[in-house]
């Protein structure tokens, strides 16, 4: 709330200690990794470490978005591989009559975005129209998602055709001036999230939702339409992340996606939205997402500590980082 | 098809033994009723086994006409123990075949089962109080580790540097990786690295790019599951590596098994855990109600070496896993 309460500072101020948390923070770890291990700043980690997290970005993005204008979606992991499994067995059962060729994968990919937006119209709807709780709305869906996944598999894996894949492949594995195409859509979803909550109006308004939705209410906004967006949007998102995804591994699990609904929330908090809405920041979700991948990344690089310590690792970084960045706030 | 009878019996199963539509089993004349109580199909190896318990329940129930089964497969151990209850109020099973979710919580309520007279099957993963089940099936975690092991040290000279990827940790994942390490001793194969990979492809995935910029000579990876050995295999690929190492997964997935089929230099063998060991305490808890076999004791099936030889032995198509 103080956060909120300071962001309409005067133009030519610098940022405060506080919105700088996450990304000194962010300098830290990459100055240890650097520190801990030669190959850290190599280009092939730094490309597997963007690429890897782009899913979890892009996902986030879209969650800042929800989580500002007062929402939560616990879906966002089993509906990955829920949408990966649709997208593979449809590009399977086309195979026959369409043939190995881009036609197919871009109607994979149009069945994803489909999918994908189907998905989060369901929740928006089931938050807004039934007036239930995003919570428990999306506790449900998420396990409806990750059955309706498993049933698909028949318990199995769903592998996508070896000749398709092989075509499919270059999506993530290849790139632009040698930067990966996840990378770089994941850059452009973040710029284009950065500018819709800090330039438009459907931004200023998941905002003023968030922050007291009667008062926005009264100030004649839509606020069951603007929610329910908030949910397409990162439906479509979803569908989006999936679409980098089904390249690398080529199939689709019950364990697809396992836990990313949690990163993409501590993402969003690590980088200095507020858990209870009002105020959303773009660019801090996508240092939050880089936190975590380079946390990961370093102690495996790095053999700091016993691997069954790793995960209290992450967690005192986490913290930490909230720390950093909440300090200066509420004193 | 075979999703939608899945469905069917799953749903008809469940909805006997939580609502109580059954009639006692006394009334049907001597019908035996064998209760099965396993995990849920959550990933590629308990689907595996989900798949051969219906098989096998299938093919028991068409050859002896006097046995009769309940399935329940549960998410979570609560969910297992109101199953595992559910079948003694309502159904009056003889038998129970479990897989235990986990070992402490599930204890007692099988103890239970024990003590009101009936037959106890457990599979896999054992109670944590001995002597209370008739019959114990389970695959050899000491032997998946040593098999590899043994592998490693037969195929690569001393001074060769491997790395691993571990499972969930868990007791058994110890057993395997200690039996592992054992094995290799003496060898002068040097382990430089061992993370956690949790038995899934997408982690397995990440945390071999990490092993990949981290060392610049790798002669093999046990991989020790042929999820996470898929992962290491597309991470390899990625930077170009395959011709530097070869990997060994381990359990018996179709795709792994048809690689090692295939002679893939890079998936030269696999180690069987097979998620049919269900299907073996199926049949001898069968034996125990339709003849006069005994059959008390422990049945462990051994892990053995897949070889391009062997393989076909091993390969089930038709299994989702």
């Known amino acids: 709330m103080s956060d909120a309460a300071a962001r309409p500072s005067p133009a030519l101020r610098l940022p405060s200690l506080s919105a700088l948390g996450p990304l000194l923070a962010l300098i830290l770890l990459v100055l240890l990794g650097a520190y801990l291990n030669d190959n850290f700043l190599s280009a092939g980690n730094i490309t597997n470490v963007l690429a890897r997290s782009a899913f979890i970005g892009m996902i986030a993005v879209g969650m800042t978005f929800v989580i500002t204008s007062g929402g939560l979606d616990l879906s966002v992991g089993s509906m990955a591989a829920f949408i990966a499994g649709v997208m593979i067995l449809a590009m399977n059962a086309l195979l026959p009559t369409m043939g190995v060729g881009v036609p197919l994968i871009l109607v994979g990919m149009g069945v994803a975005l489909g999918v994908g937006l189907l998905a989060g119209l369901g929740n928006g709807l089931l938050v807004t129209r039934a007036g239930i709780e995003p919570f428990i709305v999306t506790l449900g869906t998420m396990g409806i998602f990750r059955s309706l996944v498993t049933w698909l598999a028949d318990g199995g894996t769903i592998s996508l055709d070896f000749a398709v894949r092989q075509l499919y492949r270059p999506v993530y594995y290849s790139g632009l001036l040698g930067i990966a195409w996840p990378i770089l859509v994941f850059a452009a979803v973040a710029i284009a999230g950065q500018v819709a909550m800090r330039h438009t109006r459907f931004g200023r308004y998941c905002e003023a939702i968030g922050s007291n939705d009667k008062v926005a209410l009264y100030s004649a906004v839509n606020v069951e339409r603007i929610r329910l967006l908030t949910y397409v949007l990162l439906g479509l998102l979803v569908g989006l992340a999936t679409i980098m995804y089904v390249p690398r591994l080529g199939s689709a699990s019950g364990s697809t996606g396992m836990l990313w609904e949690l990163e993409a929330i501590a993402a969003v908090i690590i980088g200095g939205t507020a858990l209870k809405g009002g105020y959303g920041r773009v660019w801090g979700t996508v240092v939050g997402v880089l936190i975590l991948s380079l946390i990961d990344n370093i102690l495996i690089l790095a053999d700091l500590v016993s691997p069954y310590l790793n995960g209290a690792i992450q967690g005192v970084i986490i913290v930490l980082a909230v720390v950093l960045q909440r300090g200066k706030s509420s004193a | ?321």
């Open chain 2, 1 to 321: 098809m075979e999703r939608r009878t899945f469905l069917t019996t799953g749903a008809i199963a469940a909805a006997a033994a939580t609502a109580g539509l059954a009639t006692p089993a006394a009334a049907q004349g001597k019908k035996a009723v064998i209760g099965v109580s396993i995990p849920s199909a959550t990933h590629g190896f308990m689907g595996g086994l989900n798949w051969h318990a219906q098989e096998t329940i299938k093919r028991l129930k068409a050859t002896y006409p006097n046995l009769d089964f309940v399935l329940a497969t549960a998410g979570a151990v609560g969910k297992q123990v109101n199953d595992i209850e559910d079948m003694m109020a309502t159904r009056n099973i003889d038998a129970l075949v479990v897989l235990p979710f986990e070992s402490e919580p599930l204890t007692s309520p099988v103890k239970a089962v024990k003590d009101a007279g009936k037959w106890v099957t457990v599979v896999d993963r054992g109670l944590s109080q001995p002597g209370i089940e008739d019959l114990y099936v389970a695959g050899d975690n000491v032997a998946f580790g040593r098999v590899a092991g043994e592998y490693f040290k037969a195929n690569l000279k001393s001074g060769a540097k491997i790395v691993v990827l571990r499972g969930i940790p868990t007791t058994l994942d110890n057993e395997r990786v200690e039996a592992f390490q054992a094995a290799i001793k003496g060898s002068g194969i040097e382990i430089i690295d061992m993370q956690h990979g949790n038995w899934n492809r997408d982690k397995a995935f990440a945390v071999m790019q990490d092993y990949l910029s981290k060392h610049k000579k790798i002669d093999a990876v046990w991989a020790a599951d042929d999820d996470m050995a898929l992962g290491v295999m597309e991470a390899i690929a990625q930077a170009g590596r395959q011709k530097e190492m070869w990997i060994v997964g381990g359990a018996g997935m179709k795709e792994i098994i048809k690689r090692v089929m295939d002679k893939d230099p890079q998936i030269p063998v696999d180690v069987s855990y097979t998620p049919a060991q269900i299907s073996t305490a199926l049949e001898v808890t069968a034996l125990r109600f339709v003849s006069d076999t005994p059959v008390y004791g422990r049945f462990i099936i051994g892990s053995t070496l897949i070889t391009p030889e062997n393989a076909a032995q091993f390969y089930f198509p038709n299994s989702p896993f």
